[in-house]
C-alpha cells in the first residue's frame, strides 16, 4: 500500500519556460518573502537553482503555469517561510517527494550546515534533482525511491529534520519516520485545511502560516516526549 499521496504541487501541464530573472532581480524577490537575511552565498545557490529549473521546465513541467508569475512568493517563499522552525541543531535532513527541489533545496542553500537527502520516486525529477544540487554547489544527496512503510533503503538512521511539501502522510508513516527522529528533530509538513492523524509518538510542537493563505500553513511535530 502507498503511503504517501501528492498533493499536487507539481503540475502534469504542459512545459513552458519560466519567467526570465536577472540575479539581482531574483535576491530582490527573495528578500521580500524570506523571514531571515540570507547570505550572498545562500541566494547564490538558490539563483543557480532557478537558473536550472528555468532551463528544465522548458521540456519538463516542474512549475505548472498556475504559479509561473509568482514563483519566488509561492515556491523558494514558502520553503523559507520554515526558517524560523528549524532546530538550530538540526544537521541531516530529508526532503520527501521533492520535484522541483521544493523546500529541500531551498532550506539547504539557507542553512549551509545541513546536509537534506532529497527523495523523489518519478525518475525524471530525480534526474534535475541531481543536475540541480550540481549546479547549486550543494551538499545534497538525491534517492530515486517511492516512499513507503517499511522505510525504502538508503535513509539515513537518524534525522534532525524531515520535510514535506508535495506528500500527505499517513499515520503509519509519520510514525515510522518517528522513529528515525533525533531528540531535537523534527517534522516540518507544509498542509491546508485539515491536518494529518498524527500518531501518539509525536505532538504538534509550532507552525507558521503561509502569506497570503488563512488556511494553508507549516506545522512542526516533535516527539512527545521531548515537549
Request: proline letters at 8%; glycine letters at 8%; aromatic letters at 4%.
Amino acid at each position: 500500500m502507498e503511503q504517501a499521496v501528492l498533493l499536487g504541487y507539481h503540475s502534469r501541464a504542459m512545459p513552458f519556460p519560466l519567467p526570465p530573472l536577472s540575479r539581482d532581480a531574483f535576491a530582490a524577490e527573495l528578500a521580500k518573502h524570506s523571514p531571515e537575511h540570507l547570505s550572498a552565498r545562500a541566494i547564490d545557490a538558490l539563483y543557480a537553482h532557478y537558473q536550472e529549473l528555468s532551463l528544465w521546465n522548458r521540456r519538463l513541467s516542474l512549475i505548472g503555469p498556475g504559479t509561473a508569475g509568482e514563483i519566488v512568493a509561492r515556491h523558494y517563499g514558502e520553503s523559507l517561510a520554515a526558517l524560523p522552525l528549524l532546530p538550530e541543531e538540526a544537521r541531516v535532513g530529508l526532503d520527501l517527494g521533492s520535484g522541483a527541489g521544493f523546500p529541500g533545496i531551498v532550506l539547504a542553500a539557507a542553512r549551509p550546515d545541513l546536509t537534506v537527502i532529497l527523495v523523489e520516486a518519478r525518475e525524471k525529477k530525480w534526474a534535475f534533482l541531481l543536475a540541480a544540487i550540481r549546479r547549486a554547489s550543494l551538499p545534497c544527496a538525491a534517492l530515486n525511491v517511492r516512499v513507503g512503510v517499511p522505510l525504502p533503503a538508503g535513509l539515513p538512521a537518524r534525522l534532525d529534520l524531515v520535510t514535506t511539501r508535495a506528500l500527505k502522510l499517513d499515520s503509519e508513516m509519520l510514525d515510522a519516520l518517528a522513529e528515525r527522529l533525533s531528540e531535537h528533530g523534527c517534522l516540518l509538513l507544509w498542509v491546508g485545511g485539515e491536518g494529518p492523524e498524527i500518531p501518539p509518538a509525536l505532538a504538534v510542537d509550532g507552525s507558521v502560516r503561509l502569506p497570503g493563505s488563512e488556511r494553508r500553513r507549516i506545522l512542526r511535530l516533535r516527539l512527545s516526549s521531548r515537549i
